[in-house]
């Protein structure tokens, strides 16, 4: 009898081969619980407490299985009972924890935390529905709340609680737990995530995500980021803030005093890195708790706190950087608020004729970023480029105080998901070509010997096919759309953002749609495939969805064009999905406005699965293309310094790029006759106007070239050894972006956290 019989016989009395796939499902959790239950918890004095308002961390079924060391055999288990484990994976929801990159990236390094045998949880809060589940009618976005809890998870229910005082009412939290098991390692560590038992999804409007944001007892844990385009969707995100950091900060204390902290040596036992500035109150929280729960005196505990806490900033848009008022703070709580006061008039005492570096400005608004970099000891960037830029700009006065504080850290993302489980037919011909090291040490170089080698470009050839087939099976179950395995996969898929410029991807497609209807039809047919889910109140997103969904109607529809060019929009992006796509493209589109994307971690995931990279030089991009070189990516665009000149001087005049002969009939084609035909007026004249007068994130400035280097690329599919090869160096160079090289590096330069072996 294999483990699995015997649990099967156990758990339901009968055999495995009898039991249906959600019982196998359950059967796998229960193993896998079994198998935590004898692993300890990683320790050591000081621990990593890595907070942050999203853990998107997808489906955990193969990738705990595959952490744990147990994948192939209990997949051969399953076969001989004939379940396909893929099936099996398929009964797991997954987790609506998170929304994009932010998320991602806390994932990410949660698993490589653990997978470096450090002591380290993530803390965040347990939404009942994330953000939301998209689908598509009329060729426009839609919304249902995103069900995940309605089945047995990886959610396991402690028996901690903490009071968190509001300034009108207390709310009881209860403490869930989800295990983060490393890469064959013996211990493990925990996603901390808080939540309230009055939690109650039947205030949701029937068929909507609305609700009634004031009712704080029963929405509080309902939905990551609800809508804040209004006064109580503003105070609701404090609420959730501030007590996703008031129970953490709980927890720390409490967990440091079991380690045999003292309190005033709080600092050798807890160190807290914020995701963002959404965790930022926790910088007062502390304060607050130290002084009064503890009975230290106030500058005691901010001299304590600022030893504890580092700050990750992710952008530089200033929409993103997180300012409230101090009344809805005051009436979120009045200590909180209290002690901000207090901070504010350290700085302004300290720094009396410097407005840029103040806490709370003339509005009476509060600048979070400005609370975390004074009274934190770290403040890193995602990129040399995002770092570069916060140093000479957006940061400037910040790091003329604080020089030493700041890091450059690049973005990275784990192997174990982004590549062995993601795409186990690459691993298997990487272990066959260089040798299984690199499942420890993320190090592919040794690939680079076979950038000439005929067979190895071939199979690699054969992996990408086979995964475009696995991406036709996926689009298939997952909207009825088939797609051709023969073509060229070309991919661009994240949040939906005019400054990542999905705009330009769809002018392009304008362009690509009328040359091939003049005759020019490519010797190769192209697949364009998007993915991304764009924010509730962010309009200009959805008629940047709704331009494509239309186009896509359009081409599908015309039969001159169709067996060409398909232009496909994955529904509800999320990491199931984005596993298919990742390791089915060919080309993957980083096209955001040079210094507006900090890092991007897509950009890494689509490499080291051999994609070949259409870049501006922003973000990480910067850096794939130093370690690939200049021929083996395409690059295109305005760079960064002139697009930060542009901005300060404000000398960017969309009318100006408009009017050029070239790029007028494609913007003009958004309202012409046969797209009216099929899409919604106000949607394409709204978006037409925005992108004659204003195009605020710059589309059209790099329209020309971008449509010129798309051309090239496709030309140069043409030879596909020579693809090919450029694919396998991008994939031998990617070991960079391993996150376990970025939290190594995080714990030389700012945690100093000792390895629990
Ligand atoms: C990696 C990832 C992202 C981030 O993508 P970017 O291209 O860096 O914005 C967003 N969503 C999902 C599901 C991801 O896996």
Sequence with gaps: ???????????????????????????????????????????????????????LIGKLLSNNLLNLGIYDQVKAELDQAGFNIEEIEDEENEPSLGNGGLGRLAACFIDSIASLGLPGDGVGLNYHFGLFQQYFEDNQQQYRPDTWLDQENFLKKSDKHFQVPFKDFTLTSSLYDIAVLGYQQDKHNRLRLFDLDTVDSSIIEDGSISFDKTDIEKNLTLFLYPDDSDADGEKLRIYQQYFMVSNGAQLLIQEAIERGSNIHDLADYAVVQINDTHPTLIIPELIRLLTTDHGLDFMEAVKITSQMVAFTNHTILAEALETWPMNYLESVSPEIADIIRKLDSIIKESYPNQASVQIIDENDTAHMASIAIHFGFSTNGVSQLHTDILKQSTLKDFYELYPDEFHGLTNGITFRRWLMDANPELSALLDRVIGEEWRQDSDLSELMNYQEDDQVLSEFSQVKHANKEALAHFLQDHQGVSINTDSIVDVQVKRIHEYKRQQMLALYIIHKYHDIKAGNKPETPITIIFGGKAAPAYTIAQDIIHLILSLSELIANDPEVSDYLQVVFVENYNVTAARYLFTAADISEQISLASKEASGTGNMKFMVNGAVTLMTLDGANVEIADRVGQDNVYIFGKEAQEIVRLYDEEDYVARDYYEQAAIKPLVDFIVSDELLAIGNSERLNRLHQDMINKDYFMALIDLEEFIAIKEKMYADYQDEKAWRKKGLINTAQAGFFSSDRVINEYNDQIWHVQVDD
Excluded: C, H, W
């Excluded at 081969?17 to 019982?23: G, K, M, T």
């Excluded at 619980?33 to 300890?40: E, L």
């Design 1 to 55: 009898m294999t483990q699995l019989d015997t649990l099967a016989q156990d758990k339901f009395n009968r055999d495995l081969a009898d039991l249906e796939q959600p019982e196998v499902y359950k059967l796998l959790l229960d193993l896998i619980a079994k198998k935590v239950d004898q692993m300890p918890l990683f320790s050591g004095k000081k621990k990593i407490y890595y907070f942050s308002a999203e853990f």
